[in-house]
């Protein structure tokens, strides 16, 4: 990085933390902003008028004066129903019901009477259609909304859906990974925060979410946002959508609900291909329920609320079962004794056990080599009788099984009013479930693979007006999660049965050790543990709203690769050599097994962003954005040297076939990547322009855009030895 751009971003940090220590921080993705005009009933606009905001659910109010424009402006405010009123000399009272939406600056116009005339109460049931405030495409889905929204899996990250311009991933278009995706960019472009908390797996950058791969919550959210184009600098870090979701507290009054929903397989259609084959609809079942209460403890002051939700179904899984016959059993056995081979008879009945008592064995149908050459052995040379023209080798059956997925979470919320000038939250959410990963239809007990996903989160938010043009909010939040993928059976109870992670017969028998997922790399995955301080200041200054903040992430990642094979994988290629015993690498078969000396690996990378930014009223219906945003993303350092890299870019590598490995890869590396853009500054300016009246607004933005890189590509952990 040149020395003007470390003295920028040195000065702009200076700046900012400047500020912070002058009014501390804040946190603008967990807020919205109201503003408007005070005129009298001619239109004239009223200078210093004093112009209340009172929080209808929690009886906290703040106050401020009319700017010479006529305009007000409260910032960095909790979502929720308030009522603005507005008074001056000789003029009565107007007081106008209005929803403060999170991500968006609701605009209110109060016009006020001569005295002696009646009081105006304008109560608003909806919030307006369109925000004309910023040249943010922002979609807010408020509480009734959610509750009343069909969504399947009760996935918070569903109502982004709804959003213009957002599409589903389907069958993988954007490379498998992700919900959604929203004007061309991947959805691992997309960033998701809880009260400010990013909710992200920093591997994929995908949402957080727990054993279902649902991201569970929905009756705890008050109001999500969806940010499709985010010209103001508080979006940053992410060039997607930004899904920001604040949660539920509790109020003067108590209030609750209870839901239970059940789906099963008589509500639901067979599968087309079932049918065909004979197979029976296959047995599921989901039970997912919420409750939630809240209230006051101490009225004005304290509030507390508690939610819970769960999850349990039943997953069937469908698929194209090989088993051998009785037949083909009884002539390898003789034929391994009469090839000298008879030590290894005692294996070759483990495997035969294990097919013989798969489910529903009986049931299973011979296929001939005339009507599937591969399954119907056409390619056994070595077993008289058996191949083309022969006695079937196997079984099949389009076989189907179950697994079962549970998850539940706790929440539970407590606000402090302290003042009408400082408000506090903290909120603390468990999550537990265990993940069906994969199911195997020959051994369900043992090869059976699943993952327990814990997840521990927290924020801390405090909201203080130090005066009615500046308010800041700090967030501090914390995360732990586990996601750690592994056999469902012990090490030494899989061993007594079968000495290998999975054995293979080149799709011609199915696979033992997972038929539907090979155990061959287990464990893998990770435990991350995140912290995170996020900080915003606004300052309302004439038309002018000033904000500048701060957005720190840490994050420290125990990775368990899947460098390391306990028991090995063994491979043949066809039935030939199966028959005769042989592992002939010549032939392809192999018995591979991996060794690592670092089976989990201790990872940490860290993001820093900065930005500051102008939102100036030119006129009543025109309002331009002028931002600068600087992001510092780290190098990913792994504590125990563990990284392997190219000692020089690709294109400037000697591809000469003579030149050994180790002299073109450097491993044993502390970083993972040996340059990196030191820091990322994207200045943007955005203009909104109502020129006919407010139902109509225009919009335009230009401006650059950064993402965090992904975790996964710096997880190509050194190679390690086969055998």
Same mark, same amino acid.
């Given at each position: 990085m040149s020395f003007t751009k470390m003295r920028t971003l040195l000065a702009l940090a200076l700046f900012v933390l400047s500020l912070s220590a002058l009014y501390g921080f804040a946190q603008s993705v967990t807020s919205g902003d109201l503003t408007g005009k005070v005129t009298d009933t001619s239109g004239a606009v009223i200078p210093q008028a004093t112009v209340t905001l009172k929080s209808t659910s929690e009886g906290t109010s703040q106050t401020t004066v009319t700017n010479q424009s006529g305009a007000y402006h409260f910032s960095l405010l909790k979502p929720g129903n308030y009522m603005v009123s507005a008074t001056t000399a000789n003029m009565s009272e107007t007081r106008r019901s209005v929803d403060v939406q999170l991500g968006q600056i609701t605009s209110v116009m109060l016009s006020l009477n001569p005295h002696g005339q009646n009081q105006t109460i304008e109560v608003t049931a909806e919030a307006p259609?369109?925000?004309?405030?910023?040249?943010?495409?922002?979609?807010?889905?408020?509480?009734?909304?959610?509750?009343?929204?069909?969504?399947?899996?009760?996935?918070?990250?569903?109502?982004?859906?709804?959003?213009?311009?957002?599409?589903?991933?389907?069958?993988?278009?954007?490379?498998?990974?992700?919900?959604?995706a929203a004007f061309g960019l991947p959805p691992t472009s997309n960033l998701f925060t809880v009260n400010g908390n990013d909710n992200n797996d920093p591997f994929l950058n995908l949402n957080n979410s727990g054993s279902s791969n649902l991201t569970l919550g929905a009756n705890e959210m008050q109001e999500v946002a969806v940010v499709t184009n985010g010209y103001t600098a508080q979006y940053?870090?992410?060039?997607?959508?930004?899904?920001?979701?604040?949660?539920?507290s509790g109020s003067n009054q108590f209030h609750g609900n209870a839901n239970y929903y059940w789906n099963g397989t008589v509500l639901n259609a067979n599968d087309w291909f079932n049918p065909r084959s004979d197979t029976p609809r296959p047995f599921a079942v989901n039970n997912q329920w919420s409750a939630s209460f809240g209230g006051p403890i101490i009225k004005n002051k304290t509030f507390f609320f508690v939610d819970t939700e769960g999850l349990r179904y039943t997953l069937p899984s469908t698929q194209n079962i090989f088993l051998p016959t009785a037949a083909f059993q009884t002539a390898v056995l003789n034929n391994l004794t009469a090839n000298g081979r008879g030590a290894e008879i005692p294996f070759y009945n483990q495997m035969f056990s294990l097919y013989n008592n798969a489910p529903g064995y009986a049931n299973f149908s011979p296929v001939s080599a005339a009507a599937d050459p591969?399954?119907?052995?056409?390619?056994?040379?070595?077993?008289?009788?058996?191949?083309?023209?022969?006695?079937?080798?196997?079984?099949?059956d389009h076989a189907s099984g179950t697994n079962h997925n549970n998850e539940w979470l706790l929440a539970v919320r407590v606000d402090q009013n302290i003042g009408n000038n400082d408000k506090l939250f903290g909120r603390v959410h468990v999550d537990r479930g265990s993940q069906p990963t994969g199911t195997d239809l020959i051994n369900p007990q043992l090869f059976n693979t699943l993952s327990v996903q814990p997840t521990d989160d927290g924020q801390l938010n405090e909201t203080h007006v130090f005066s009615p043009n500046i308010v800041n909010q700090l967030v501090a939040s914390g995360m732990w999660y586990s996601a750690v993928f592994r056999e469902s059976t012990p090490v030494?109870?899989?061993?007594?049965?079968?000495?290998?992670?999975?054995?293979?017969?080149?799709?011609?028998?199915?696979?033992?050790?997972?038929?539907?997922?090979?155990?061959?790399?287990?464990?893998?995955?990770?435990?991350?543990?995140?912290?995170?301080?996020?900080?915003?200041?606004?300052?309302?200054?004439?038309?002018?709203?000033?904000?500048?903040?701060?957005?720190?992430?840490?994050?420290?990642?125990t990775d368990y690769g899947n460098e390391f094979n306990a028991y090995g994988t063994l491979s043949f290629s066809n039935l030939t050599d199966f028959a005769n015993g042989l592992l002939?690498?010549?032939?392809?078969?192999?018995?591979?097994?991996?060794?690592?000396?670092?089976?989990?690996?201790?990872?940490?990378?860290?993001?820093?962003?900065?930005?500051?930014?102008?939102? +100036?009223?030119?006129?009543?219906n025109l309002k331009l954005t002028a931002a600068l945003r600087a992001d510092r993303n780290s190098n990913a350092v792994c504590q125990t040297n563990c990284?392997?890299?190219?000692?020089?870019?690709?294109?400037?590598?000697?591809?000469?076939?003579?030149?050994?490995?180790?002299?073109?890869?450097?491993?044993?590396?502390?970083?993972?990547?040996?340059?990196?853009?030191?820091?990322?500054?994207?200045?943007?300016?955005?203009?909104? +322009?109502?020129?006919?009246?407010?139902?109509?607004?225009?919009?335009?933005?230009?401006?650059?855009?950064?993402?965090?890189?992904?975790?996964?590509?710096?997880?190509?952990?050194?190679?390690?030895?086969?055998?």
């Open positions: 259609l369109l925000q004309t405030e910023n040249p943010n495409l922002t979609t807010t889905v408020d509480e009734k909304q959610i509750a009343l929204q069909p969504n399947p899996g009760n996935d918070t990250t569903y109502y982004a859906q709804t959003a213009p311009g957002v599409v589903m991933n389907v069958g993988g278009t954007f490379g498998g990974y992700g919900n959604f940053g870090r992410m060039a997607g959508v930004q899904m920001d979701s604040v949660t539920k591969k399954q119907g052995c056409s390619d056994l040379t070595t077993l008289p009788g058996f191949g083309v023209g022969g006695a079937p080798c196997s079984l099949f030494g109870s899989r061993l007594n049965v079968l000495p290998y992670n999975s054995v293979t017969l080149n799709g011609i028998l199915s696979n033992l050790g997972g038929t539907q997922q090979a155990d061959s790399n287990f464990p893998q995955g990770r435990n991350t543990t995140q912290y995170q301080i996020l900080d915003d200041l606004s300052i309302n200054h004439g038309n002018h709203t000033f904000k500048v903040g701060v957005n720190f992430r840490r994050n420290d990642i002939t690498p010549a032939a392809g078969n192999t018995y591979a097994q991996n060794f690592t000396q670092f089976p989990r690996n201790p990872l940490a990378i860290y993001s820093l962003g900065i930005y500051f930014q102008d939102e +100036w009223a030119i006129r009543s990284f392997s890299r190219m000692a020089e870019p690709f294109t400037s590598l000697n591809h000469d076939a003579n030149i050994p490995y180790n002299q073109a890869i450097l491993s044993n590396q502390h970083q993972a990547f040996g340059s990196l853009q030191a820091v990322v500054f994207q200045p943007r300016v955005g203009l909104s +322009w109502s020129p006919f009246g407010r139902n109509t607004v225009i919009r335009t933005g230009i401006g650059m855009f950064t993402d965090l890189y992904q975790g996964v590509i710096v997880t190509n952990i050194e190679a390690t030895p086969q055998r």
